[in-house]
């Protein structure tokens, strides 16, 4: 993950989110700013790049196939299998699972399509913070 602290948060990952800048509850920078922290998010816990990597078919990136997974109920009750719809890095020990998961829900927020639905930057590090404090 070299390099994303020297580019900046929204100078990390793929780019910017998919979506319509500057509107009134989300500025360009702050909407690929969370959009990113998301990405990172997904790449740190699948273990794969958000581009360029192995996907189950028919997906062509990471944000796709966790969006599919996470609409997908029975991940939430096989986290612990590791199997080729379960984005979890298969490396990362099974007492993790329960938190790499919610990690998965947060990442999934802040890649949401429409910026209105993504977290603030300030509500992501309370989720963090829960997170911290949860016990899994």
């Not at 997906?59 to 199997?83: A, E, P, Q, R, Y």
């Not at 998965?104 to 977290?119: D, F, G, N, Q």
């Given at each position: 993950?070299?390099?994303y602290?020297d580019r900046?948060i929204a100078?990390?990952g793929?780019?910017?989110?998919?979506?319509?800048?500057?509107?009134?509850?989300?500025?360009?920078?702050?909407?690929?700013?969370v959009?990113?922290?998301?990405?990172?998010?997904?790449?740190?816990?699948c273990?794969?790049?958000?581009?360029?990597?192995?996907?189950?078919?028919?997906?062509?990136?990471?944000?796709?196939?966790?969006?599919?997974?996470?609409?997908?109920?029975?991940?939430?009750?096989?986290h612990h299998?590791h199997?080729?719809?379960?984005p979890?890095?298969?490396?990362l020990?099974?007492?993790c699972?329960?938190?790499?998961?919610?990690?998965l829900?947060?990442?999934?927020?802040?890649?949401?399509?429409?910026?209105?639905?993504?977290?603030?930057?300030?509500?992501?590090?309370g989720?963090l913070?829960?997170l911290?404090?949860?016990?899994?």
């Amino acid at each position: 993950m070299a390099g994303y602290g020297d580019r900046g948060i929204a100078g990390a990952g793929p780019g910017p989110g998919p979506e319509t800048r500057g509107t009134a509850t989300c500025t360009a920078a702050a909407c690929d700013d969370v959009y990113s922290i998301g990405v990172i998010m997904m790449e740190l816990v699948c273990g794969t790049p958000s581009l360029g990597g192995t996907y189950p078919q028919p997906f062509t990136g990471l944000v796709g196939w966790v969006h599919h997974v996470m609409k997908d109920k029975s991940l939430h009750h096989h986290h612990h299998h590791h199997h080729v719809f379960c984005p979890i890095d298969a490396s990362l020990p099974t007492s993790c699972h329960g938190y790499a998961l919610h990690l998965l829900h947060m990442a999934y927020l802040c890649t949401a399509r429409s910026p209105a639905k993504r977290p603030s930057v300030h509500q992501l590090v309370g989720l963090l913070k829960d997170l911290e404090h949860a016990n899994l």
